[in-house]
């Protein structure tokens, strides 16, 4: 799997835990929209898109089915975050 773009939107609320939204495409034939990029204690950390069940609890609508496809979206994500973010500083 290749990721072919991300794009981040960033927030600029600065009281809140979420920083920016982002999208991928995957080999220019499939996006994935609403990936979040959250504050976390030990730095910031990508969520996948996810929507909230009957009963409250929050579910992934998309997401990795292995680790190293978690870990290649994550930095690929937080290194655009960051480098919107130094260009809009």
């Known amino acids: 799997m290749k990721i072919t773009d991300v794009r981040i939107r960033l927030l600029q609320n600065e ?7 982002a999208s991928i495409t995957i080999e220019d034939c499939f996006v994935v ?9 030990q730095g910031n950390y990508v969520r996948m898109p996810s929507r909230k069940s009957a009963d409250g609890e929050s579910k992934d609508i998309a997401h990795p089915i292995n ?7 994550s930095r690929l994500v937080l290194a655009k975050y960051e480098e919107e973010k130094s260009a809009n500083a």
């Open 67 to 73: 680790t190293p496809t978690r870990e290649e979206i």
């Open 15 to 21: 009281d809140s835990k979420l920083k920016a939204v």
């Open 33 to 41: 929209h609403d990936i979040k990029v959250l504050e976390g204690n």
